[in-house]
């Protein structure tokens, strides 16, 4: 991974070139940002400029045989950790030396790859995915051998929040550790990381991505035309997730549409009875018909926006989505709209974590009461 690789973060890019090249490289790192931010790719480009034979103009060059290696996740001095699900008789814990193959396969199609993502690639079903002590372990062990290149030796752990209590097996090594060790930790939140490892590492904030790099993305990836990404990039928040999922939502608009729209109904309304009825045929819906009624959503709330703002959407829709969307809009203004949005954001990440539907969708309808009828509360 190369610097030249990853969409926007130039200020962070630039702090880090000069924090390599003045040597003043903190022996642990806690990289914080959404999932989609870049922290996961920019931690990997870091480690990949750190090991490259022939730095050129700030960046790794992608021809020596360290970054070769980098590019296909093979270097020897880099120890990768990240959550895993047991697998059939594997004792003691499971370690993500036995998903290595996966985990290429995800990031190199993907370097913004979202832990939803990582689940379902797995088929975590209901599993819970971990960082064993099993796992702490058998870090600890790999770190403590001598650098193969004679450089840096990094351990990069994705989504250190699911370490639990395991992590307090690596504070002794987190606090001293084995001389040219470097740990990297890519995390979303601290708050689910033991104070004690957050207290012995520089936290690096990934901000949200420049909204004309998000566009640049959509032309590249989505095909967009320049000035229609540019307007549809604010949307997104900085995330290039987000991105992906509010292109998808465009291409399933007219699925799930009617029970969206009957959710937004109930949600204001507040009614009990024919809300039960509503989660039943929910309910009954697998994981990607449920996601499709929140995709569909985000869709139509932009549709409300754009009407709010006196525009319309050049999304192709049926006179049912017109009518709901002219109709809806009413009772909405901007604040309502931006909540609304961050909530279906939220439920869509924890359906993809498997949270419970029917219980999601019944704190999500009450939710979205609270934010429609606030004159009730």
């Given amino acids: 991974m190369q610097f030249s690789q990853i969409y926007g973060q130039s200020l962070l890019k630039e702090s880090l070139r000069k924090m390599a090249e003045g040597k003043q490289i903190p022996h642990a790192v806690i990289w914080l940002g959404e999932d989609g931010t870049g922290n996961l790719p920019l931690a990997m480009a ?9 730095p050129v103009e700030g960046d790794s060059c992608g021809r020596c045989d360290a970054c070769g290696k980098h590019a296909r996740l093979l270097h020897p001095d880099m120890h990768l950790s990240f959550p895993v699900i047991g697998k059939a008789g594997e004792a003691g814990g499971a370690l993500s030396t036995s998903y290595l193959a996966e985990f290429r396969q995800a990031f190199t199609g993907n370097p913004y790859t979202s832990f939803a993502d990582w689940l379902q690639l797995m088929e975590a079903g209901n599993k819970q995915a971990s960082i064993s002590r099993a796992e702490c372990y058998d870090l600890m062990g790999r770190l403590s051998l001598t650098a193969y290149s004679g450089s840096w030796k990094i351990l990069l752990m994705w989504m250190p929040e699911f370490l639990g209590q395991a992590g307090n097996v690596l504070l002794k090594m987190l606090e001293e550790p084995p001389p040219g060790t470097l740990f990297f930790l890519i995390a979303t939140r601290t708050d689910h990381i033991l104070p004690t490892i957050v207290s012995r590492a520089q936290v690096l904030r990934v901000p949200p991505i420049e909204s004309d790099e998000i566009a640049r993305a959509m032309v590249e990836l989505h095909h ?63 994981r990607e018909g449920q996601k499709k009624i929140l995709l569909v959503g985000l869709e139509l709330l932009r549709g409300c926006l754009l009407e709010i703002h006196g525009a319309r959407t050049l999304q192709p829709m049926e006179a049912t989505q017109q009518a709901f969307i002219a109709g809806f809009s009413r009772f909405l203004d901007i604040p309502k709209i931006n909540r609304i949005h961050k909530q279906l954001q939220e439920a869509i990440l924890h359906l993809e974590r498997n949270a419970h539907a029917r219980l999601l969708f019944h704190n999500l309808v009450n939710r979205l009461h609270e934010t429609l009828r606030p004159e009730l509360q």
Wanted: aromatic content about 6%; overall charge negative; hydrophobic content about 45%.
């Fill in 46 to 54: 870091f480690a990949t400029y750190l090991h490259c034979a022939t």
């Fill in 224 to 286: 967009l035309d320049h000035g229609e990404a540019l307007s549809r990039a604010p949307l997104a928040e900085g995330n290039l997730t987000k991105m992906h999922q509010l292109m998808e939502a465009e291409e399933v608009v007219g699925l799930g549409d009617s029970l969206f729209m009957e959710m937004m109904r109930l949600a204001y309304s507040g009614k009990v009875t024919p809300l039960m009825v509503w989660l039943d045929q929910v309910s009954e819906l697998g």
